[in-house]
């Protein structure tokens, strides 16, 4: 935590233990004005958009391979969505813990450009969230030999 001044030593502060010591520094930084907001632990926060990795082209009707990881700052589990841009998605699947990768499969069964996204979601109970979609990724689908 970057503060834009120094806490006086004289700060007359006596903190009890526990989430009193949170709250207290997050007071101090909106009386001192902080560069940034502190991560507070009693709120849940957004996943960020997941990272995709995959081929960039695939054969029609051949199984293509993406590994999806996201990041939760809280360190909540997900579930991980993958639309594969033929208006196709892939099954939630299980939980994933905060920067597990899984990974996805799937078939496209004609030749084009599609863009493959991922989404997240959070699962802590109290307020769960959501990542938006990752940045598309291009994936060309070739048309499969015959023999």
Known sequence: MRFARRVPPSFPLQLLPGLFHVAALVCICAMLGCEEEPLQPWRNHAPRPPSIDGPTEVLAGQNAEFDVTCYDPDGHRMIVLVSWG???????????????????????TRPDTYLVSGWCRDVYLAEPLESGWSSPVPVVVLAGQTR
Do not use: K
């Open 86 to 108: 033929d208006g196709d998605t892939s099954d939630y699947g299980d939980f994933v813990r905060s920067e597990q990768t899984v990974q996805f499969e799937h078939i496209w």
